[in-house]
């Protein structure tokens, strides 16, 4: 069974970095599937903010692109997301998930709470 | 980037009666396109992908149908396990993948 589970501070100050971790079980990210990142502010609904191959190709959504990084791990198992210059805006709950080969998301973390502020 | 729109945005539905999602979007995205369920304060899962596909472990009483800009997920024999909000995704052209803005089912 895989399983996902985000890793990170909760609380980011803004003007900031904000940095999670996604650790994989039961699959091993080397062997294929993207891997990404999606929020979810409280109250609202889900936003896509990118996805990595395996292989380290990345895609991110054009409205947080300039801010965005996502990389991955494999000797881990793990993947990880950045996201700069944070504000208030950027409070969230971030789920780490993997994308089937066309693009559904068939796993899911359980979510990590990051709020931005001071 | 495609918008989905989904409708209504609140759905009431008696035990047992049946519950009918609706999800358009702004251009075709075929059948590249899946529903998901979240549950408070749970993850979203998986519910249909290829717009009429059930994922692993979903009940036979949730189907999907549609294609190009139409989409509907139909729930039959409501239960009070099924309150949750609903999403929908297309993932024809990508990036970015995008949602729709969710549809809350409540149990009257």
């Known amino acids: 069974q895989v399983q996902l589970q985000e890793s990170g501070p909760g609380l980011v100050k803004p003007s900031e970095t904000l940095s999670l971790t996604c650790a994989v079980s039961g699959y091993s990210i080397s062997s294929g599937y993207y891997w990404g990142w999606i929020r979810q502010p409280p109250g609202k609904g889900l936003e896509w903010i990118g996805s990595i191959y395996h292989s380290g190709s990345t895609y991110y959504n054009p409205s947080l692109k300039s801010r965005v990084t996502i990389s991955v791990d494999t000797s881990k198992n793990q993947f990880s997301l950045k996201l700069s210059s944070v504000t208030a805006a950027d409070t969230a709950v971030y789920y780490c998930a993997r994308n089937s080969g066309s693009g559904c998301v068939d796993y899911w973390g359980q979510g990590t709470l990051v709020t931005v502020s001071s | 980037e495609v918008v989905l729109t989904q409708s209504p945005a609140t759905l009431s539905v008696s035990p047992g009666d049946r519950a009918t999602l609706t999800c358009r979007a702004s251009?075709?995205?075929?059948?590249?396109f899946a529903w998901y369920q979240q549950r408070p304060g749970q993850a979203p899962r998986l519910l249909i992908y290829?717009?009429?596909a059930r994922a692993t472990g979903v009940p036979a009483r949730f189907s999907g149908s549609g294609s190009g800009t139409e989409f509907t997920l139909t729930i039959t024999s409501l239960q009070s396990e099924d309150v949750a909000v609903y999403y929908c995704q297309q993932y024809h052209n990508w990036p970015p993948i995008t949602f729709g803005q969710g549809t809350r089912l409540e149990v009257k």
């Open positions: 251009q075709s995205v075929s059948s590249n």
């Open positions: 290829g717009a009429s």
